[in-house]
């Protein structure tokens, strides 16, 4: 059966203030696609994924998610998220609650299922992010890496068809990225749709489906990744930003 598209950017375009950060900017995602967005600092990655759930909004064009229009005016955006998994930054875990509190309280008071149904689902859930040993622990007693694989393990908690990521080891040390990348490797082969803000380019060159660069607002390519780290790569903006983060 052919993949449909489950995320469509048309002509969207976004401003803070004066600051124009999204430029028309027009995207198609397919079910089950692994999409990779990297670039310059400032360059719109974050409120690209950001308004594909409702958490920013914008003000021309349109974005639909399997087929509804994202609007925080038309009151979809609530509904959207709870199918829509997302992992910031920072991990955004609730430090007084345990891991396993953690993980149970979305399944429960969003999607209304009862304790026993929500602790079965987040035992399997942390078993699968390899951190199960971990569940009655709190926020504060876990590594960076082991929170992050929480955050991750809390999103997949609500069943998402759609997970993004937002530079997800941007605030863990170099030690600790391998083990947080490895986990977003193995939910990349389970066929869920991922869009990954990262400037981890082996992360991009092994598993996305499609490497997109912004700048300035723009995506300035969508290729795949043997085209994208191509030698040959004739984009000139695309070089200068590889032949810096490569040397870094």
């Known amino acids: 059966m052919a993949s449909k598209p489950v995320i469509v950017f048309d002509r969207v375009s976004k401003w803070y203030g004066p600051t124009q950060v999204l430029r028309d900017v027009s995207l198609t995602v397919m079910s089950g696609e692994r999409i990779v967005v990297c670039g310059p600092s400032g360059s719109g990655k974050?409120?690209?994924?950001?308004?594909?759930?409702?958490l920013q909004d914008y003000e021309r064009g349109t974005i639909r998610v399997t087929g509804v229009t994202v609007s925080e005016r038309e009151g979809t955006a609530h509904d959207l998220r709870a199918g829509i998994g997302m992992v910031f930054q920072q991990f955004n875990l609730f430090p007084h609650l345990t891991v396993l509190e953690n993980c149970t309280i979305g399944p429960r008071l969003v999607q209304g299922i009862g304790e026993d149904a929500?602790?079965?689902?987040?035992?399997?859930?942390?078993?699968?992010?390899?951190?199960?040993?971990?569940?009655?622990?709190?926020?504060?007693?876990?590594?960076?890496?082991?929170?992050q694989r929480v955050a991750i393990a809390r999103a997949l908690t609500m069943q998402p068809r759609i997970m993004l990521f937002d530079e997800p080891t941007s605030a863990l040390?170099?030690?600790?990225?391998?083990?947080?990348?490895?986990?977003?490797?193995?939910?990349?082969?389970?066929?869920?749709?991922?869009?990954?803000?990262?400037?981890?380019?082996?992360?991009?060159?092994?598993?996305?489906?499609?490497?997109?660069?912004?700048?300035?607002?723009?995506?300035?390519?969508?290729?795949?990744?043997?085209?994208?780290f191509s030698t040959a790569q004739p984009n000139t903006r695309v070089r200068?930003?590889?032949?810096?983060?490569l040397t870094h």
């Not at 078993?127 to 082991?146: F, N, T």
């Not at 600790?176 to 869009?195: H, K, N, P, Q, Y």
């Open 46 to 54: 974050s409120t690209l994924i950001g308004c594909i759930n409702g």
């Open 240 to 245: 200068g930003f590889l032949d810096q983060i």
């Open 118 to 147: 929500a602790v079965s689902r987040a035992h399997a859930v942390l078993g699968r992010v390899q951190i199960a040993d971990q569940a009655h622990k709190y926020p504060e007693q876990l590594s960076g890496g082991q929170q």
């Open 173 to 228: 040390d170099p030690e600790m990225i391998r083990e947080v990348l490895d986990v977003m490797t193995e939910l990349a082969s389970s066929g869920i749709t991922m869009i990954v803000v990262t400037h981890e380019m082996g992360f991009a060159r092994h598993v996305a489906d499609r490497v997109l660069m912004m700048d300035r607002g723009e995506i300035i390519a969508d290729e795949p990744p043997s085209s994208f």
